[in-house]
């Protein structure tokens, strides 16, 4: 123990590698002021080259940029049918110019160019090959490239007796998968509508006409059976756009089989985190049917308004995204329980911005208006408190670690104890910070913060990865043991 926290600081340490990068759509000019694309003067200038001076390019650039990339030509190809209605018609384009004007309306993004921070860390789903009293984990991060947008990362680890750890490497180009559509839930849409607002005679009629899950081509069909006298409706038409932007808000993205976890990001994919997806809290869960999967919140951003949204995967390679709905997912920092407890559905969150908050999952899916469990009173949490991630079930309790925010913005994680089968009452708290910032730790991208989006109990330790400053990764272990006996009874 140093610099007064009870937890100890592992010596590994993971910095941001600017060589991480994918590729991304370019459009020249779209960041204008006037926002007026130079994509079909471009695509004329193109064409203008001649099939040998086009080869050339092509075979160049893919030289330069192919082991940086998979299949970098099928990226050209798809780049190159998103552009395509800048193609005059009557142009019959060959292959080597099609995959040419995709590398010209494309770029690299180095996701973590600006900043590496916020990890959460679970039991991964592949334990073989392990020695006695060994775990392999998976390590989520928050990755924070230009322009501050945020993405969903991962990074592999085994926690050893000792403790100790062994980071797995990270080498390989990041993927973002393949995103499709998912067959929607109607009573989550239903839910939808009755948070934002939207609940008319309109959208009565269509939650009337879908089955309980529905696709893209499901929803169209419903639309085509309205009446007639609810599409002459002047609000109809608004409904319906908002329907289909409620439905487009629920996404997949699946990797390929043998691709590493450490090459999967998940990437700002609709509307609603268009600004970046920050923060997800992952937890490994225990469903009603005794199977275990994998759940994680997550904020959406889009530049103004903020969400929280759910991703659910059974693997970490398919996973499943949708909003949360109801009064306590209106704000950051919702952290999922591992399980139900007594029949309910339980969540973490902090919906008023400075205090930690249980909430409950209501029969239509709406996460319910919190009950206060922890407001800043310590001098190091006056600003604001939260969690650092999902509930650590133990013998004693429900481990929460918290985050508390003092004077200069100062952040230090702490540490609550629930009650098992009562956990709207807290029965004890650590006094003092668990871990705080000390040293270069300090000095970063956002200074004087560290900051966990969730631990986990392994051994009798306690497993704590942090962000500091958001910019470097540092992992910290406290024995359970010595936590418990550190904290004192709640007299609140």
Not at 78 to 90: Q, T
Not at 104 to 112: G, L, P
Not at 158 to 184: E, F, Y
Not at 369 to 390: D, F, K, M, Y
């Amino acid at each position: 123990m140093t610099g007064g926290d009870l937890a100890t600081r592992l010596p590994q340490t993971i910095a941001p590698d600017p060589r991480r990068v994918i590729v991304k759509l370019f459009v020249p000019g779209e960041d204008a002021a006037l926002t007026r694309t130079r994509a079909a003067a471009l695509i004329e200038r193109i064409m203008l080259l001649g099939s040998e001076a086009t080869a050339d390019l092509l075979h160049r650039t893919l030289e330069r940029f192919g082991a940086r990339h998979d299949d970098l030509e099928a990226t050209f190809a798809h780049h190159c049918d998103l552009v395509g209605h800048r193609i005059p018609r009557d142009a019959e384009l060959p292959a080597p110019t099609r995959l040419l004007v995709g590398a010209y309306f494309s770029h690299e993004y180095a996701v973590e160019a600006a900043a590496l921070c916020n990890p959460s860390m679970v039991p991964h789903p592949d334990q073989a090959g392990l020695d006695p009293g060994c775990l392999r984990v998976a390590v989520s991060l928050r990755q924070i490239g230009e322009g501050h947008l945020s993405s969903i990362g991962f990074l592999t680890a085994v926690v050893t007796p000792g403790p100790a750890m062994v980071l797995d490497d990270r080498c390989g180009p990041p993927s973002v998968g393949h995103r499709h559509p998912t067959r929607h839930r109607r009573d989550l849409l239903a839910a939808g509508l009755s948070d934002d607002a939207w609940d008319n005679e309109a959208s009565a009629a269509m939650l009337e006409s879908l089955p309980d899950r529905f696709t893209d081509d499901d929803f169209e069909q419903a639309v085509a059976r309205l009446p007639a006298d609810l599409l002459t409706r002047t609000t109809t038409q608004r409904t319906l756009d908002e329907l289909r932007r409620a439905t487009r808000a629920d996404y997949a993205v699946t990797f390929p089989v043998g691709l590493p976890l450490h090459r999967r990001v998940l990437w700002p994919a609709i509307e609603a985190e268009s600004n970046g997806m920050e923060d997800a809290r992952f937890v490994k869960i225990r469903e009603e049917d005794g199977r275990d999967s994998y759940r994680a919140t997550y904020t959406a951003y889009d530049g103004r308004h903020i969400r929280s949204h759910q991703i659910a995967s059974d693997d970490l390679r398919h996973f499943e995204i949708t909003p949360m709905r109801g009064p306590a997912s209106v704000n950051k920092g919702m952290a999922l329980f591992p399980r139900q407890v007594a029949g309910r559905t339980l969540a973490l969150c902090r919906s008023d911005g400075e205090t930690i908050g249980l909430t409950t999952l209501d029969a239509h899916h709406m996460w319910q208006a919190p009950v206060p469990l922890h407001t800043p009173r310590h001098s190091w949490e006056l600003i604001q408190v939260g969690n650092c991630g999902s509930p650590i079930e133990t013998e004693h309790g429900w481990l929460v670690l918290t985050h508390g925010v003092g004077p200069m913005r100062d952040y230090a994680i702490g540490a609550l104890l629930l009650d098992l089968d009562e956990p709207d009452r807290v029965i004890a708290e650590l006094p003092g910070p668990l871990l705080s910032s000390r040293g270069p730790e300090r000095d970063g991208y956002v200074p004087n913060v560290v900051y966990s989006c969730g631990g986990l109990l392994h051994e009798g330790v306690v497993w704590i990865p942090y962000g500091a400053s958001d910019t470097r990764i540092g992992f910290a272990t406290v024995p359970l043991a010595t936590l418990i006996e550190a904290m004192r009874p709640d007299v609140l």
